[in-house]
């Protein structure tokens, strides 16, 4: 327990228990993840290096070291690694194919392996007779969608040499044949010399015809230009949803579809020796703002399920942050208790007694819900409800609770002294 805490709490500081999220679980804290023939990945502490982790083992993410918790998501790219091919040739990485404006050649020039990612180095070079060259790293009728959904491409890139026209990220709606129908708009990046991860998120038109999308780079061409351009494209990923969650990789040499499972964490009330009243500090970091698709939890406490809980939640969309309740199917949160800026570590608190919800995010004003369990919790789960389906895809550094709900005029200033 830090000692600006324990000041803060005066009186109330002996029973206090801190549980630091960062570089180790502490105990009692259980995590599953389930994962088949994939890899999940976790930035290093460099900030800059993916490295792959197994099935059911905590992700500390960064400098900072805070446990990782994400839902579950699916790389829909069978050759997110690049694999196959003919390095120094034309023939590219098993399942990844071309159009190339007239006039130009390709060539993969070798496979990449770099900051935990790999992928091939690619050229164009020639002058063009035409207006675009595209690369596409997926198949015709592999990946299927429908119109109306939100799917993610991303990927790391740098521009090893030459100058190229526009470079976009492309999503590229087909029919059940195969046919190109209408499609999201394209998307700039902007290569440099260090390799970059870039994301772009996309919302299929509506049109009933979308059977399944192919993701792509494209280069605008001018006709009668020269180019020499060459390409890294490492550790791409094509997911459902609005926003791009870390890498998940196939297992190397057995390129396939891959799946991570949602980080489950959670502890038993019981073992924390809390039952009915208590009070809850929470820290750490969304990356992005909710989207319309899910709400993410920050914590739950629950009697198993999601029709009896309370919950700290950012609300979907955006990024404001609700105390909850759900007492026999019957929901409601408090007035917000603020917005949390994306990338920026933020604290909250929760005071919880008597089916009543006190809240407080960075030491601003309490907001109260009420009515709630006021007993039958029996699971604290971190980053997740009971359901899996409003996941954090966070970071979470540090818990700390008490067995007994502290006044609202002390909620504020306990907030801000947890670490961030």
């Known amino acids: 327990?830090?000692?600006?805490?324990?000041?803060?709490?005066?009186?109330?500081?002996?029973?206090?228990?801190?549980?630091?999220?960062?570089a180790a679980?502490?105990?009692?804290?259980?995590?599953a993840?389930?994962?088949?023939?994939?890899?999940?990945?976790v930035l290093e502490e460099d900030g800059q290096t993916f490295a792959e982790v197994?099935?059911?083992?905590?992700?500390?993410?960064?400098?900072?070291?805070?446990?990782?918790?994400?839902?579950?998501?699916?790389?829909?790219?069978?050759?997110?690694?690049?694999?196959?091919?003919?390095?120094?040739?034309?023939?590219?990485?098993?399942?990844?194919?071309?159009?190339?404006?007239?006039?130009?050649?390709?060539?993969?020039?070798?496979?990449?392996s770099e900051a935990g990612l790999q992928?091939?180095?690619?050229?164009?070079?020639?002058?063009?007779?035409?207006?675009?060259?595209?690369?596409?790293?997926?198949?015709?009728?592999?990946?299927?969608a429908a119109q109306g959904q939100s799917w993610t491409f991303s990927a790391s890139l740098r521009l090893v040499s030459g100058t190229p026209g526009t470079i976009s990220m492309r999503m590229i709606c087909r029919d059940a044949g195969g046919v190109s129908v209408s499609s999201p708009a394209l998307s700039a990046v902007v290569p440099t010399g260090d390799l970059i991860r870039f994301e772009r998120s996309f919302v299929l038109p509506a049109d009933a015809a979308i059977a399944f999308l192919q993701p792509a780079l494209?280069?605008?061409?001018?006709?009668?230009?020269?180019?020499?351009?060459?390409?890294?494209?490492?550790?791409?990923?094509?997911?459902?949803?609005?926003?791009?969650?870390?890498?998940?990789?196939?297992?190397?040499?057995?390129?396939?579809?891959?799946?991570?499972?949602?980080?489950?964490?959670?502890?038993?009330?019981?073992?924390?020796?809390?039952?009915g009243a208590c009070t809850l500090l929470w820290s750490g970091l969304l990356p992005q703002l909710a989207t319309a698709e899910a709400d993410q939890t920050l914590l739950q406490l629950d009697n198993g399920t999601d029709?009896?809980?309370?919950?700290?939640?950012?609300?979907?969309?955006?990024?404001?942050?609700?105390?909850?309740?759900?007492?026999?199917?019957a929901a409601a949160d408090s007035p917000s208790l603020g917005s949390i800026t994306p990338g920026t570590p933020f604290r909250a608190a929760l005071a919880i007694g008597g089916g009543r919800v006190a809240?407080?995010?960075?030491?601003?004003?309490?907001?109260?819900?009420?009515?709630?369990?006021?007993?039958?919790?029996?699971?604290?789960?971190?980053?997740?409800?009971?359901?899996?389906?409003?996941?954090?895809?966070?970071?979470?550094?540090s818990l700390a609770f008490l067995p007994f709900a502290v006044p609202d005029a002390a909620l504020p200033g306990l907030v801000t002294t947890l670490p961030l």
Do not use: K
Request: glycine share 14%; hydrophobic share 40%; net charge positive.
């Open 54 to 112: 197994l099935a059911d083992l905590p992700r500390f993410s960064g400098p900072a070291r805070r446990l990782l918790l994400e839902g579950q998501r699916s790389n829909a790219l069978r050759n997110p690694r690049g694999e196959g091919g003919t390095p120094g040739s034309s023939a590219l990485p098993t399942n990844w194919t071309s159009v190339i404006a007239g006039g130009l050649s390709r060539t993969y020039l070798e496979p990449r």
């Open 119 to 144: 992928g091939p180095r690619l050229r164009l070079e020639g002058t063009a007779s035409g207006s675009s060259s595209t690369f596409a790293l997926e198949g015709t009728t592999q990946i299927a």
């Open 25 to 31: 679980l502490p105990p009692g804290v259980a995590l």
């Open 359 to 397: 809240a407080s995010l960075e030491g601003g004003t309490v907001q109260v819900v009420t009515d709630g369990p006021a007993s039958g919790l029996t699971t604290l789960r971190i980053g997740n409800n009971a359901a899996n389906t409003a996941a954090l895809f966070g970071q979470v550094g």
């Open 1 to 22: 327990m830090s000692t600006p805490l324990f000041s803060a709490l005066g009186s109330l500081a002996p029973p206090w228990r801190h549980l630091p999220m960062r």
């Open 218 to 275: 494209q280069m605008s061409m001018v006709t009668g230009q020269a180019y020499d351009v060459v390409l890294d494209v490492l550790g791409a990923q094509v997911e459902r949803g609005g926003f791009a969650s870390t890498p998940i990789l196939p297992a190397p040499g057995a390129p396939a579809a891959s799946t991570r499972g949602a980080d489950l964490a959670s502890v038993a009330l019981a073992s924390l020796g809390l039952g």
């Open 33 to 41: 993840r389930a994962q088949v023939s994939s890899r999940s990945t």
């Open 307 to 329: 029709s009896h809980r309370i919950s700290l939640r950012n609300l979907a969309p955006g990024g404001g942050l609700v105390a909850g309740r759900v007492l026999a199917g």
